[in-house]
């Protein structure tokens, strides 16, 4: 089966400016994920979704981040504006279930480093 | 709040065990997953205990203490290729949240 797709796989922009990174999860999986993993730390989690709604957020930065999942399946998540602070790999994340009663499977990521 | 704590380095030889420990905190709990990370490479999946006891794949076991709230990997006849980030994630009502990671290096 064919895993979880994201795009693009880097991306450069500068302080102020907008971003979004675009994943597709694995058919059928109704939980979906958004980590942001600075480097050399775990992964944050940053939203978590189950079909089209969200079961969590409480971590994303509210007032420059936000993200949808259209129909349960493809999500998006934009940063406008962006902070230096924000250079991270973006992870995506989906699984059949939540509360870990399936494995979770991440795509590549998206690597953003803000200048 | 919720906090998850592992050693932040680890270093042993090929074909020696090694054991990662990973201790937490949460409201909710129903579960702790392992997974490795490569440098440049995604999280996959290693394990996942719900109950206490000892679950074993392979070369790489998994372990839970609910009433302590500690769980460990143990990874057995080390290989260079084993050299990687290995997180603990703590699975509670609603989300998935991981530890900051064991730097595992293998060597000769």
């Known amino acids: 089966e064919a895993g979880v797709a994201q795009s693009p796989r880097y991306k450069i922009i500068e302080k102020r400016q907008s971003v979004a990174f675009w994943c597709n999860p694995i058919?059928?999986?109704?939980?979906l994920y958004w980590y942001q993993q600075i480097l050399g730390q775990g992964p944050k989690l940053l939203i978590q979704?189950?079909?089209?709604?969200?079961?969590?957020d409480s971590q994303l930065p509210k007032d420059r981040f936000s993200a949808e999942r259209l129909k349960g399946v493809d999500s998006t998540l934009k940063i406008q504006p962006a902070k230096l602070e924000d250079s991270a790999v973006y992870l995506c994340?989906?699984?059949?279930?939540?509360?870990?009663?399936?494995?979770?499977?991440f795509g590549q990521g998206t690597r953003l480093t803000v200048v | 709040g919720q906090s998850l704590e592992q050693p932040s380095e680890v270093t042993a030889v090929e074909g020696a065990i090694v054991q990662i420990n990973c201790t937490y905190q949460?409201?909710?709990?129903?579960?702790l997953s392992w997974y490795q990370q490569h440098d440049g490479g995604a999280p996959t999946f290693l394990s996942y205990?719900?109950?206490?006891g000892l679950e074993e794949t392979g070369r790489f076991s998994s372990f839970l203490s609910r009433s302590d709230s500690y769980g460990y990997l143990l990874l057995q006849e080390l290989q260079m290729k084993d050299s990687a980030s290995y997180f603990c994630?703590?699975?509670?009502?609603?989300?998935?949240?991981f530890g900051a990671g064991t730097r595992l290096t293998v060597k000769p």
């Open positions: 994630a703590v699975y509670n009502n609603n989300d998935m949240r």
């Open positions: 949460t409201s909710g709990f129903y579960g």
């Open positions: 994340a989906s699984s059949l279930l939540g509360q870990g009663l399936a494995e979770a499977f």
């Open positions: 058919s059928g999986h109704a939980t």
């Open positions: 979704f189950q079909n089209n709604g969200v079961v969590d």
């Open positions: 205990n719900a109950l206490d």
